[in-house]
């Protein structure tokens, strides 16, 4: 039986957790909101024919006796992570109780993304960066906000997308990578980024974002003497 100070002590840190929880999903949903407001206004995923739209696998409830968005989401994101190898290989050298060999885990992680940011193709991105199975899907739409600070000019969803590579860096270090593509036409950084990144890949731009940041270091300490 609880005296009545740790029953007061016990409902007080209840109701301060239920309220944090009720303020994080409050404000990823506002992130979400403004995020898909700003995409519509921009090229958007469906003119972009990011495969939700358009294509073998398009999400309208028409994929293999599928009636649901959810239903087609998954059997999209099963057919694309079975026919990666990347994919595979992730899974092979995790450990066996780790996200990638828990299916509804991962179907969770796929819906969770959806819902909250329709305008991206979770499937595709998800299976792309599979790491990011592994993150909460707040965390996922922290970045992607970040990341449409940093484009502003191009739809969001269709660059995390194509080149998700780019969630996985820490949203100072993305910043700072993207800091080294400023100058030349605002319209085409992105392209710019993706190819630079297709091309060398995801550390060597995280490298340059770390040379950036230390060439900046160094201009300030040579301006302050």
């Known amino acids: 039986m609880r005296s009545p100070r740790e029953a007061f002590a016990l409902e007080a840190s209840t109701t301060t957790r239920a309220t944090a929880r009720a303020r994080a999903?409050?404000?990823?949903?506002?992130?979400?909101?403004?995020?898909?407001?700003?995409?519509?206004?921009?090229?958007?995923?469906?003119?972009?024919?990011?495969?939700?739209?358009?294509?073998?696998?398009?999400?309208?409830?028409?994929?293999?006796?599928?009636s649901t968005r959810e239903e087609d989401l998954k059997v999209r994101f099963w057919n694309l992570w079975g026919g990666s190898k990347a994919c595979r290989t992730v899974m092979t050298k995790s450990a066996r109780n780790s996200a990638y060999r828990n299916p509804e885990r991962l179907e969770r992680a796929v819906l969770n993304l959806d819902r909250v940011a329709p305008f991206v193709d979770s499937p595709m991105l998800l299976h792309r960066a599979p790491e990011l199975l592994e993150y909460p899907t707040e965390e996922i739409v922290r970045r992607l906000v970040r990341m449409k600070f940093l484009f502003a000019a191009v739809d969001v969803g269709f660059v995390a997308t194509q080149t998700p590579s780019l969630l996985l860096l820490e949203p100072e270090t993305l910043a700072r990578a993207v800091g080294a593509f400023a100058d030349g036409d605002v319209a085409t950084l992105a392209a710019r980024v993706a190819e630079f990144v297709e091309r060398d890949g995801i550390d060597a731009f995280a490298a340059l974002g770390t040379m950036?940041?230390?060439?900046?270091?160094a201009n300030e300490a040579v301006t302050s003497v």
């Open 25 to 66: 999903t409050k404000a990823v949903e506002s992130a979400s909101d403004a995020l898909m407001r700003t995409v519509r206004k921009d090229a958007g995923s469906a003119s972009a024919r990011d495969g939700r739209m358009d294509g073998k696998w398009l999400v309208a409830g028409t994929m293999k006796g599928t």
């Open 212 to 217: 950036t940041s230390r060439v900046e270091a």
